[in-house]
């Protein structure tokens, strides 16, 4: 079997948490980011974008999530508000992809939503061929309208997921996955 089939088949998440740097170069977020764009996209209309949270940027955009954190939940504990400041600085890079689907005389919006997961997994796929962990979450920021605004994304558009990347070279348990049997129906 080939090295890409090996790896596709020994994936695993790590918890954003343990993600440790050094992080990707910037050569290596552009490569990154070329790959998770090239995903099928029924009728070319790219409906998704990035949002790089790196350096600096991620104590910028917790500190923006804390505040939106704080404004809802007026008796959150410091220890909850210090945890959101952190939430986008876990590892040493996280990129949201953001769902831009909209409505389209021929391309349904859940194709454009599913070409939006697909560049996520095509992330995660990517950073780990270039020997990185990586975590796909998503979390209450992903839905909060406040939250949202914070972060620079539009009215119209949605978080398909923020893909947490960083090394993590501890072994990962796998999760019970369901037999072919279970999933698959033939024809």
Known sequence: MNATIEMLKARRSAPAATLQGPGPTEAEIDTLLQIAARVPDHGKLAPWRFIVFSGEGRERAGEALANVYRAAHPDADEKKIAFEKTRL???????????RAAPHVKIPEWEQELSAGAACMNLVVAANALGYASAWLTEWCAYDRAALDALGVGPQEKIAGFIHIGRNDQPREDRARPALSDIVTRF
């Open 89 to 99: 600085s876990l590892a040493p890079l996280v990129v949201a992809v953001v769902s």
